[in-house]
């Protein structure tokens, strides 16, 4: 992480379906201070971009109500939110799924489940690209 970017909060924009693990990454944004505003869909999560600015974007592929790789192709194509780092959390463990993710502009993809120490590493390194 950039020095700059240590010296403030760090915003996080979470969509996760999965409630139990929503909690869980909220609760721990929380104890390392950052801000994150969580939803359970993509099509809720891009509507918050539209009146809030986030530092970086986690989001899982597989969730009623407009999917996380729906709200990645949305950020990537909206001149506003095309910068903002993008990290998927999914379930969906294939080479294939991580090759579409990663095409349509993800900058990290981790697979479910994953220990909090290797999200932490993936956020620090999209935010340093």
């Not at 918050?48 to 600015?53: A, D, G, T, V």
């Not at 780092?85 to 294939?96: D, G, L, R, Y």
């Amino acid at each position: 992480m950039n020095k700059q970017k240590s010296q403030e909060r760090l915003s996080i924009l979470l969509a996760e379906d999965d409630s139990a693990l929503n909690e869980t990454l909220c609760d721990y944004f929380f104890y390392k201070k950052y801000k994150v505003d969580s939803f359970f869909n993509g099509k809720d999560a891009f509507n918050s971009l539209k009146e809030n600015h986030y530092d970086i974007i986690i989001s899982d592929i597989m969730m009623d109500g407009g999917s996380g790789l729906d709200l990645l192709n949305n950020v990537k194509n909206n001149k506003n939110t095309e910068e903002i780092p993008f990290i998927i959390i999914s379930a969906k463990a294939t080479s294939q799924d991580l090759r579409k993710g990663m095409s349509l502009g993800a900058d990290d993809y981790l697979f479910k489940p994953f220990s909090l120490s290797d999200l932490e590493k993936s956020i620090h390194l999209a935010l340093n690209k």
